[in-house]
Structure formats: C-alpha cells, structure tokens
Nanobody
Framework: QGHLEESGGGSVQTGGSLTVSCAAS???????MGWFRQAPGQEREAVAS????????LYADSVQGRFTISQDSPKKTTYLQMNSLKPEDTAVYYC?????????????????????WGQGTQVTVSS
C-alpha cells in the first residue's frame, strides 16, 4: 500500500473557497481516488470520487455544483476545489485510494470502494 497525505485545509467564511490536495506515493494510475469528510459526532460521508487516468467523476448530492474533484496523474495528486462553502461543510476531509479499475468505471461513493486513507485535514467554515 502507498501513503496518502492531505494538505490545504483551513478556515474560511461562508461563501468562500478552499482547495485541498492529496499527494500519493506508489502507483496510482487507474486507481479509484476519493474524498470523504467527517464532522464531529457524525459518520464519515463520501464527497467525490475519480479514477486516476481516464476517470468518471461522481459527487455526493450535498456538494454537486459546488465542489470539483480533479487529478494530476504525473504528480500522483488529486484535488478537491470547494466553492460556495457552507458551515455544514465543516469537517475533517480525508483522501482515500482504492484498487485499479477499468477505464471510465465509476468509483462508488462508499468507503468499501477504498483500501487506504490519509490522516485528514480540517476544513472549518464560519458563518
């Protein structure tokens, strides 16, 4: 297994933007990569997923139209650009990596799709 390291979290006011990054070690081409979040007292929630390389992208309904997941395969890095942030987006954001899958096969927005995780980065949105 490789290592995932998130960066870019922080604090922002309602309506603001942040971008979090996930740098991976080891081979990632063809793997499912995902972003999840967990707010205090709540279960971990899937946010977005992408297949590294030719990737189908999925978003949770709660972030559709506001968040954008993207990839830089040579840099083994995925990004989650978050716009129009709301206080309910406050959470620890985790990057996750799964198995190699066929091109354009969607990466299911479920923790079961992913095998290893980063340690998370805090995003706080104040009203």
């Amino acid at each position: 297994q490789g290592h995932l390291e998130e960066s870019g979290g922080g604090s922002v006011q309602t309506g603001g933007s942040l971008t979090v990054s996930c740098a991976a070690s080891g081979a990632v081409y063809g793997r499912c990569m995902g972003w999840f979040r967990q707010a205090p007292g709540q279960e971990r929630e899937a946010v977005a997923s992408i297949r590294m390389g030719h990737g189908t992208i999925l978003y949770a309904d709660s972030v559709q139209g506001r968040f954008t997941i993207s990839q830089d395969s040579p840099k083994k890095t995925t990004y989650l650009q978050m716009n129009s942030l709301k206080p309910e987006d406050t959470a620890v954001y985790y990057c996750a990596a799964g198995s190699v899958v066929a091109p354009y096969r969607p990466c299911v927005l479920s923790a079961a799709e992913f095998d290893y995780w980063g340690q998370g980065t805090q995003v706080t949105v104040s009203s």
